[in-house]
């Protein structure tokens, strides 16, 4: 009451942060137990300290060597290597650049790569009378997707995490939850090792070697060009002059292990994401929680920015699996260039122009790949959003409800803060849609750009303005 001067919010406040400050004592005592009483030590050292201090000629060597005897008996044995835990620590949010580095260095070197071969810009004859334009600067699911919309997905993660890592213990001492203080992060992440090696696995062995197998390898050493969909590498079979057999194989294993490498990042992401959502549940959800004004608004103001964060970053990989099955439909499609086939399509939808483009009889094997990562990345959002928002249905305080009832103010705005929900999924349905009809109809281009723009608007989002509102909106009453 002294330091929060008798004003109720903040001696509240004191409170919260003296059971931080609490907790975090406990959680260093026990771990000090753990090591192996190490509460005995001190006067053990002391002891040993002072021994040369009363042997004058005793030995340099025995003084120096003394106090360390103890610690070397209690060193912790070495760890094993836990890949969930090595793999969470990519997300470092302190080095938050270091994934899309590794990303657009190596994208670098694939991108260089097909300048020298002379791929980067290359067309051929699928049918007479056209000229297609397949060169890897005119692929968007290897420039646009995977070289900026993942670098940004990656970012946003690593930024959530750190911040989920800064509230969970002030988290867990505002709750007053039984979940004990020892049960860390780390411990959390652990938890889902096997998924871990499940992704390490299907990324590397499934997407990297079955796919390229299939896909690249054995087309190039059959010269078969009848089935596959033709892209900037597949385009050796019509046109040999422009990179060799062994050249092709050497630079679509490259290209596959760079993919291997992004979708594991990518799936890691997803992850993580759950797994901070579930770690939020399972602290706010517990029954013992005293609901008290700086409980919910802490519950409301750290649900509400997970939640936006998740689904920034699902709009993200949404938009980069839909660059994906873009590129597979223009390759299979009669258009020149992807931007004449977009535009050429629109046109066509507003009667503009007469002519509607065709496919080519061409197997779009992207298409199951890119259906496949647009329904894991909404099966992890649907996941996240049921957890956060079953513990924030009944965030707002019954006192605050009881006070401010007859505020149409503030019921207003608490409309708008559950609006917001609505609107999340919302765009969310609305872009797996564009996923699903794209080359569908006429004018899915037009449906597209709509996506695109709504997407866009929907990342700059200022979500904290109702809560900031709500609690001035209470200061008032």
């Known amino acids: 009451m002294v330091f929060g001067c008798r004003d109720p919010e903040g001696t509240s406040e004191w409170q919260v942060e003296l059971s931080a400050s609490q907790s975090r004592l406990k959680a260093r005592r026990k771990q000090k137990e753990k090591a192996g009483g190490l509460g005995e030590q001190p006067a053990l050292d002391v002891n040993q300290a002072a021994e040369p201090q009363n042997v004058p000629h005793a030995p340099k060597l025995d003084q120096a060597a003394a106090p360390k005897a103890p610690d070397a008996e209690n060193v912790p044995p070495k760890q094993r290597f836990n890949l969930a835990r090595a793999s969470e620590a990519l997300f470092n949010g302190r080095s ?26 290359v067309t051929y004859n699928p049918v007479e009378g056209l000229d297609k334009e397949v060169g890897f600067y005119w692929s968007i699911s290897w420039t646009v997707g995977e070289m900026a919309v993942l670098p940004l997905f990656l970012i946003l993660v690593s930024e959530l995490l750190t911040f989920w890592k800064e509230e969970r213990l002030p988290s867990l001492a505002v709750t007053k939850t039984s979940i004990e203080a020892n049960n860390s992060w780390e411990q959390k992440v652990g938890s889902f090792s096997f998924s871990y090696w499940a992704i390490f696995i299907i990324c590397f062995l499934g997407i990297f070697f079955i796919q390229w197998y299939g896909i690249y390898l054995r087309p190039l050493l059959e010269s078969n060009s009848e089935n596959p969909m033709v892209d ?3 385009v050796t079979i019509s046109r040999p002059e422009i990179m060799s057999i062994s050249e092709a194989i050497f630079v679509s294993m490259f290209a596959f ?23 939020f549940y399972r602290i706010y959800i517990n029954p013992e929680l005293q609901p008290n004004e700086i409980y919910q608004r802490k519950m409301r ?30 390759l299979i499609s009669d258009g020149e260039t992807i931007l004449d086939w977009l535009i050429g399509d629109a046109l066509t939808a507003l009667g503009v122009n007469s002519d509607g483009w065709s496919w080519l009889e061409q197997n779009p094997s992207p298409f199951f790949t890119s259906f496949l990562l647009t329904f894991i990345t909404c099966f992890v959002f649907f996941a996240c959003f049921a957890q956060i928002y079953w513990v924030l249905d009944g965030c707002f305080p019954s006192k605050e409800g009881q006070s401010l009832k007859g505020n149409s103010q503030v019921q207003r705005l608490v ?44 990342l700059l989002w200022r979500t904290r303005a109702p809560e900031e509102k709500l609690k001035q909106a209470h200061e008032l009453n």
């Open 96 to 121: 938050s650049l270091n994934l899309p580095v590794a990303i657009w260095t190596t994208g670098g070197v694939l991108w260089f790569l097909a300048f020298i071969f002379g791929v980067h810009s």
């Open 232 to 234: 900037w590498i597949l």
């Open 415 to 458: 409309s708008q803060v559950k609006a917001l929900w609505f609107k999340m999924v919302s765009v969310v349905v609305l872009l797996a849609v564009n996923f699903m009809v794209v080359g569908k109809f006429y004018g899915f281009s037009i449906l597209l750009f709509g996506s695109v723009v709504i997407s866009a608007y929907s």
């Open 257 to 279: 292990l760079y993919s291997g490498m992004i979708y594991w990042f990518y799936f890691i992401g997803l992850l993580l994401l759950y797994t901070l959502a579930n770690d």
């Open 301 to 330: 103001a750290n649900g509400t920015k997970i939640m936006t964060g998740i689904f920034r970053c699902v709009v993200l990989g949404i938009l980069l699996a839909t660059c994906i099955k873009v590129n597979a439909a223009y």
